[in-house]
Antibody, heavy 118, light 109 residues
Framework: QVQLQESGPGLLKPSETLSLTCNVS????????WSWIRQPPGKGLEWIGY???????KYNPSLKSRVTMSVHTPRNQVSLRLSSVTAADTAVYYC?????????????WGQGTTVIVS | QTVVTQEPSLTVSPGGTVTLTCASS?????????PNWFQQKPGQAPTPLIY???SKHSWTPARFSGSLLGGKAALTLSGVQPEDEADYFC?????????FGGGTKLTVL
């Protein structure tokens, strides 16, 4: 059973770079899409972007200039970097397996990690 | 950029039936938008319910079903249970760009 676990610093200052890691256990990251999603306090879900295991990416146009995603196959990890953070980037950040158009959709989610920018 | 619209809130009685919808600002939602539906309860990560318009995950209760209805994606709950009270989000794919709807808060009362 595949499980995802996000990790990273919970508190950042404005202008810093957010770095998060999604550890994938119970399965391989190969041949799959991996998504990052965030949810500001009390608000809805916002798609940040996805990365295919080969390294190809697609990002939310509104965040594209600040987002970088990468995969580290030997470690079975997917990473997210978001530069120049502001208070508006305060949110719970989730990683998920898949995308809307992949075989089983976005079918496995991590528990999320809270990031506060202050 | 595509905007995906859902009903902000709906109320249903236990045992009743309710349909949540998901509309796209670019026009009619089709199977090519690969509608997905998620349920989220307070303090929890979203739980996937439906993918590719109508397909259910192995854990999705039978009372949940997905469809296309009047140019929108739809999620129907038949025989609503108290534990179905939650937020529901749809997700559409448009040219690879994934867009979530704003969510529907479903109250079971």
């Amino acid at each position: 059973q595949v499980q995802l676990q996000e990790s990273g610093p919970g508190l950042l200052k404005p202008s810093e770079t957010l770095s998060l890691t999604c550890n994938v256990s119970g399965g391989s990251i190969s041949n799959l899409y991996w998504s990052w999603i965030r949810q500001p306090p009390g608000k809805g879900l916002e798609w940040i972007g996805y990365i295919f295991y080969s390294g190809s990416t697609k990002y939310n146009p509104s965040l594209k200039s600040r987002v970088t995603m990468s995969v580290h196959t030997p470690r079975n990890q997917v990473s997210l970097r978001l530069s120049s953070v502001t208070a508006a980037d305060t949110a719970v950040y989730y990683c998920a397996r898949g995308v809307a158009f992949s075989g089983d959709g976005m079918d496995v989610w991590g528990q999320g990690t809270t990031v506060i920018v202050s | 950029q595509t905007v995906v619209t859902q009903e902000p809130s709906l109320t249903v009685s236990p045992g009743g039936t309710v349909t949540l919808t998901c509309a796209s600002s670019t026009g009619a939602v089709t199977s090519g938008d690969f509608p997905n539906w998620f349920q989220q309860k307070p303090g929890q990560a979203p739980t996937p319910l439906i993918y590719s318009t109508t397909s259910k995950h192995s854990w999705t209760p039978a009372r949940f079903s997905g469809s296309l209805l009047g140019g929108k994606a739809a999620l129907t709950l038949s025989g609503v249970q108290p534990e179905d009270e939650a937020d529901y989000f749809c997700l559409l794919s448009s040219g690879g760009i994934q867009v979530f709807g704003g969510g529907t808060k479903l109250t079971v009362l």
